[in-house]
């Protein structure tokens, strides 16, 4: 099973990319249309500068160990919301703890 796709998210930027420029080496006259230009430099350069730095960011030991912490953080605050609030919907148990 795949834990990590991260290399498959880059090898589709980069089928989605090379696609691009095949499309407009095939039809030259897409560089004339603005609006398909607009598009590819939009998909081209969120995809492949948006890539780099979101790998470069979260990549590596630190980021797994910061997700740990942040899912036992999380896991805290469930716990933490709960809890009996000791309203008459939810009271807290008012019996004496064992001696």
Same mark, same amino acid.
């Given at each position: 099973?795949?834990?990590?796709? #991260?290399? =498959?998210?880059?090898? *589709? ?6 696609? =691009? ?5 095939? %039809?030259? +006259?897409?560089?004339? %249309? ?12 969120? !995809?492949?500068v !948006?890539? *780099? ?5 979260? /990549? !590596?030991?630190?980021? *797994?160990? #910061? /997700?740990?912490? =942040? !899912? ?5 605050? +469930?716990?933490? %919301? ?10 807290v148990?008012? +019996?004496?703890?064992? +001696?």
């Amino acid at each position: 099973m795949i834990t990590d796709f #991260r290399p =498959l998210i880059g090898i *589709a930027l980069f089928i989605q990319s090379s696609g =691009l420029f095949a499309a407009i080496m095939v %039809n030259p +006259k897409l560089a004339d %249309n603005q609006g398909f230009m607009v598009l590819a430099t939009a998909v081209i350069v969120t !995809g492949w500068v !948006g890539g *780099a730095v979101a790998y470069a960011f979260t /990549s !590596g030991i630190e980021s *797994a160990s #910061r /997700s740990a912490s =942040l !899912g036992k953080a999380l896991d805290l605050v +469930k716990a933490a %919301n709960d809890a009996p609030t000791g309203t008459p919907d939810d009271p807290v148990s008012v +019996k004496d703890a064992p +001696k």
